[in-house]
């Protein structure tokens, strides 16, 4: 059944009117994914900066490659649309359709107004009804006219949480957030974080405030960095899309902060199924989750970069009385680039310990490299993994479907090891792996901005 595209469900008119109701002041959001080359573009939010070759070997810069809006329904209260999803056929089948609609639905949920999230699909689009289904939605009514006969109606139930930051909280979130935003800047707010439970109180706020976790990250993951730091233990952080990349890259320092602390190669896993908190403290061994649990939820396995970098370079060098900050600014997350990934069927969970990884830096006439193994993070990066899940839940959190965890340095490269501005190529390996795997390697191109 064919129709017409521009009138379809009113496009031409929407975008005449861009942003109209998909602007946030009225409840809507417009997500837009661009090459890693290309400028964002005016009043379009990114979700990941992606850096992809077309199959056909060619692109045009600044092109965005998908996209996902979201609007507020005005014949029911309460309810959003998801809509325009749409990735440009050079780019299909990379798994940017389901990062977008996770994205959109993360929104909706950030804005805490709406009970439900709807959208429509086509029945002979049957991997568009696989994923909804993956993530939640379930057969509704139909609520908007399709002219297509086998439109299928979808909705997903949205939790709305009471208001839970104080306004000191608030500000300091809308400073760090304005600090990354501003090449070579501080937050405009100073920040004095006193604990972990605040610096985590930071990250909640942070995400309220619209910005898009794609994962999570694991810092101080073995006895010297956990004493250094003045920590009990490790701590998390989520990763908010804009600084997580797919390599290999061009990175700019401009981007990463103000303070570089290290170069790491890390073990990062993306997750196939979601992974919600569970009745009860996850420290009761009846309640929390096991390594097998986790283990069955994993997707895949990728070797993984963090140029680890902070926006308050006066909390340098990190000790117990500034650790509190430096987690709460990202938990000193500059930059997180993620390789190829390597199928869980391919990994031996057991032998993860024992697997290398090395971290080296070409550049200024000069190499330098540091060697390292998955035993150097809380004894296996599978252990990480776990712990992360468990600390998650205890506070009440989802480790979501699709995303990625960095689960600690592996291998290390100290900041003297990397003079500030100075160009460089970094590479990161992991080794040991069954030859099945394939090399596990990713590399980045570190220069000053244009």
Known sequence: QKCDVGSFQDLEVELKELPGRYDPEHGGCMLVVYRSDSHY?????????????????????ADAIACVAMKA??????????KR??????????????MLARAAVQQAKKMNKYTSLKLDTLERLPYAAQMYAKMG???????????????????????????????EIEEMARSLIKGRMVPNSEPPTPLSVSSLTQAYQLHSAISRAGEIVHGWKVGATNDAAVKRLGLSGPFR????????????????????????????????????????PRQGRACVPSTAYTEDDVWECVECMMPAIEIAASRCPSKFPPSPETTPTLVADFGINGV???????????????SLADATATISREGGGKGVSAEGKGSNVMGSPLTSLVWL????????????????????AAA???????????????????????????????????????
């Open 137 to 167: 939605f379930r057969a509704c009514a139909p609520y908007v006219p399709n002219p297509l006969g086998d439109a299928v109606y979808l909705e997903l139930a949205l939790p709305v949480r009471a208001p839970s930051g104080a306004p």
């Open 237 to 276: 952080a989520p990763l908010f899309s804009p600084n997580v990349r797919r390599g290999p890259c061009p990175i700019a320092f401009e981007e990463i902060g103000l303070k570089l602390s290290a170069l790491e190669c890390e073990f990062a896993f993306r997750m196939a199924k979601a992974l919600p």
């Open 336 to 350: 997180l680039v993620l390789g190829q990934p390597i199928d869980k069927s391919l990994i031996d969970r057991t």
């Open 389 to 408: 899940v468990n600390s998650l839940s205890s506070d009440g959190i989802t480790l979501e479907e699709g995303s990625v965890v960095s689960t600690g």
């Open 85 to 98: 999803l749409y990735v440009r056929e050079p780019y299909r089948k990379l798994g940017l359709g389901g």
């Open 41 to 61: 573009a005016l009043g379009a939010q990114s979700v990941h900066r992606e850096s992809v070759t077309c199959k056909d070997g060619t692109f045009k810069d």
């Open 412 to 450: 290390l490269l100290p900041p003297d090891h990397c003079p500030w501005g100075e160009k460089c190529t970094v590479k990161g390996v992991l080794g040991g792996l069954p030859a099945a795997a394939g090399e596990a390697s990713i590399s980045i191109e570190l220069s000053e901005a244009p």
């Open 73 to 82: 329904l005005t014949t029911e209260e309460g309810v959003c649309e998801m």
